[in-house]
């Protein structure tokens, strides 16, 4: 996606569009088509016409020169003009009929065309209503399981804590061990069921953005400061590249620190040991722009259109998400009137860069 292109608010908006643009151009390639072919019978009859119009001519006048004496041909004159006039008429005649009947089977080929474009509409519009029905059924559904869940997890984290607090005794260290494997397991579902419960938001276009007047040089700090353990166990340089003065923007900080973490977390991931990842936050004309830099193994160009979808995975082998940051990610930029996109190459690092405008949209 080029950084200067407005994305589509929802998959919903996305798809309509597509078919919206691919029905108009089904219909202009049929309508020329057609004329095309009407042009082509129009001038095929045209040209038998006037070709039977010059045989009839020659013939006439091959008659004229048989019939014999000039009084013998003057005694027929009229009869054979009379006769000839019948004809013309009886051939124009049979012609318009010919010129109707075609007239009519056009027509009667138009309308079976738009009847049948009606009935496809009346049915995709049955088939997105079900969908519609089944995804609203689908969505509540996960909403009243990841409130539950969550419930219980918090409760679980919280009983491993006060466990690993409380651990003394002979076998305290093993016990402290099995609280922290428990407390670890349930942040990571925790996280989980948060990542599905956005999911389920962006897709109902209910994502929850609430903005404020925020310090994106501070948000920027925290997220480094919270990648800084990871990235030097990996060996990698992780720093903070801020171009002052960012000047105030509202955006919602917990969630623009949701999409830095996601983005940053990828850039860890997919960097070798002894490479640098870098966050860097600027101006760009009315907007604020984020950026995270790496020198890691770099993306695919077949999937630079692709990356931000859903349950995608650049690694196949990789089984530590479900490939949602991503498409989170974008949901969030795009709740807040921004834009995401990336720039990579493979072998040479990948640049992710996201904008929000100094006014984001109202909620309505």
Request: charged share 30%.
């Given at each position: 996606?080029?950084?200067?292109?407005?994305?589509?608010?929802?998959?919903?908006?996305?798809?309509?569009?597509?078919?919206?643009?691919?029905?108009?151009?089904?219909?202009?390639?049929?309508?020329?088509?057609?004329?095309?072919?009407?042009?082509?019978?129009?001038?095929?009859?045209?040209?038998?016409?006037?070709?039977?119009d010059e045989l009839l001519a020659a013939?006439?006048?091959?008659?004229?020169?048989?019939?014999?004496?000039?009084?013998?041909?003057?005694?027929?004159?009229?009869?054979?003009?009379?006769?000839?006039?019948?004809?013309?008429?009886?051939?124009?005649?049979?012609?318009?009929?010919?010129?109707?009947?075609?007239?009519?089977?056009?027509?009667?080929?138009?309308?079976?065309?738009?009847?049948?474009?009606?009935?496809t509409d009346e049915d995709l519009l049955?088939?997105?209503?079900?969908?519609?029905?089944?995804?609203?059924?689908?969505?509540?559904?996960?909403?009243?399981?990841?409130?539950?869940?969550?419930?219980?997890?918090?409760?679980?984290?919280?009983?491993?804590?006060?466990?690993?607090?409380?651990?003394?005794?002979?076998?305290?260290?093993?016990?402290?061990?099995?609280?922290?494997?428990?407390?670890?397991?349930?942040?990571?579902?925790?996280?989980?069921?948060?990542?599905?419960?956005?999911?389920?938001?962006?897709?109902?276009?209910?994502?929850?953005?609430?903005?404020?007047?925020?310090?994106?040089?501070?948000?920027?700090?925290?997220?480094?400061?919270?990648?800084?353990?990871?990235?030097?166990?990996?060996?990698?340089?992780?720093?903070?590249?801020?171009?002052?003065?960012?000047?105030?923007?509202?955006?919602?900080?917990?969630?623009?620190?949701?999409?830095?973490?996601?983005?940053?977390?990828?850039?860890?991931?997919?960097?070798?040991?002894?490479?640098?990842?870098?966050?860097?936050?600027?101006?760009?004309?009315?907007?604020?722009?984020?950026?995270?830099?790496?020198?890691?193994?770099?993306?695919?160009?077949?999937?630079?259109?692709?990356?931000?979808?859903?349950?995608?995975?650049?690694?196949?082998?990789?089984?530590?998400?479900?490939?949602?940051?991503?498409?989170?990610?974008?949901?969030?930029?795009?709740?807040?009137?921004?834009?995401?996109?990336?720039?990579?190459?493979?072998?040479?690092?990948?640049?992710?860069?996201?904008?929000?405008?100094?006014?984001?949209?109202?909620?309505?």
């Open positions: 996606m080029s950084p200067n292109q407005k994305p589509p608010d929802t998959e919903r908006e996305q798809t309509d569009e597509s078919l919206r643009l691919e029905r108009a151009i089904t219909d202009q390639v049929l309508a020329d088509e057609q004329e095309g072919v009407d042009e082509l019978a129009d001038a095929v009859i045209t040209r038998a016409r006037l070709r039977a013939e006439r006048a091959k008659t004229d020169r048989r019939s014999g004496q000039q009084a013998f041909r003057a005694a027929l004159h009229h009869e054979t003009a009379s006769e000839r006039v019948r004809e013309d008429r009886l051939l124009s005649e049979e012609r318009a009929d010919a010129d109707q009947a075609l007239s009519v089977e056009r027509s009667e080929q138009a309308a079976l065309l738009s009847t049948e474009r009606k009935e049955r088939e997105r209503k079900r969908s519609d029905d089944a995804l609203a059924i689908r969505d509540e559904f996960l909403g009243i399981v990841s409130h539950d869940l969550r419930g219980m997890l918090s409760s679980i984290v919280l009983s491993a804590t006060l466990i690993e607090e409380g651990a003394g005794g002979e076998h305290s260290l093993q016990v402290i061990r099995h609280a922290q494997r428990i407390r670890r397991s349930g942040a990571r579902m925790s996280r989980l069921v948060g990542d599905l419960i956005d999911v389920a938001s962006i897709e109902a276009g209910a994502l929850a953005v609430t903005c404020e007047s925020a310090d994106a040089a501070l948000l920027v700090s925290e997220a480094v400061e919270t990648f800084q353990v990871l990235a030097a166990a990996k060996h990698i340089t992780l720093e903070a590249d801020i171009v002052l003065p960012l000047r105030g923007t509202s955006f919602d900080p917990a969630r623009i620190l949701q999409v830095l973490c996601n983005l940053l977390s990828n850039a860890i991931r997919f960097t070798p040991s002894g490479g640098r990842v870098t966050v860097r936050a600027e101006r760009s004309g009315d907007e604020l722009r984020l950026c995270v830099l790496d020198t890691g193994v770099g993306i695919p160009a077949d999937k630079l259109d692709v990356v931000f979808q859903r349950f995608l995975q650049l690694n196949s082998g990789d089984r530590r998400s479900l490939g949602l940051g991503l498409y989170i990610s974008k949901g969030i930029v795009q709740g807040h009137g921004g834009r995401i996109w990336v720039e990579s190459e493979l072998g040479a690092g990948s640049k992710f860069c996201l904008t929000l405008p100094d006014r984001p949209p109202a909620v309505p």
